[in-house]
């Protein structure tokens, strides 16, 4: 039951939001260096549906725990079968990371109508496949909106579970909070298997 609290992606204690993430972790890395829960590997990002490394690095989150395995597992669907070493990435177990974002961060809701007629957007717009579009709307969101701490937007594999994109220049204001290994009988791995007809 406490897994299944956590997971909810609500509100933490102090007003904080509580946001999940999936990263190969290296225990003994630091803050912004490869291995850590918050690294941004910005030289690499480029292909990402808010990707915009010439202005900013970005994280991508999930409020639901299940929703951040699931799309961690997603460009394995078409293997037809779980297999554990889905759970690797370079030798390095991937691990389910809570991240705790200050309560002051705003994070534009782009599943939210008013905020699209504000913006001027259309939901084919937000939710298209062409990355080319969705990063232009992203990089003119940052520049229009320098206060935004991020991007709310819901995921392409369930339109109920809710996306984070948290951009750079809020890390400062976001802290980890537990991290979970990912394991074959974790219930969040589990559901999210379900989630994408991934049968074990």
Known sequence: MAERRAASGRTAGGGELSVFRVVPVEPRARRGRPGHP???PRELQGAGRHDNPELYGCLYAALDAV???AETLAPFRA?????????????????LC???????????DLDDPRTLVRERLRPSQVA???R?????????????????AGLRWWSTIEASWTCVTLFDRTLPAVRVGRRTPLAPDLEVVRAACD???LPF
């Open 98 to 108: 809570e991240l705790l974002v200050a309560a002051e961060a705003r994070l534009i």
């Open 67 to 69: 929703a951040a395995v």
């Open 79 to 95: 293997t037809g079968r779980f297999d554990r070493r889905m759970l690797e990435r370079g030798g390095r177990p991937l691990v």
């Open 38 to 40: 918050l690294y941004v």
């Open 128 to 130: 298209t496949r062409r």
């Open 195 to 197: 989630a994408l007809a």
């Open 132 to 148: 080319r579009r969705t990063q232009q709307v992203a990089a003119d969101l940052f520049r229009r909106h320098p206060d935004a």
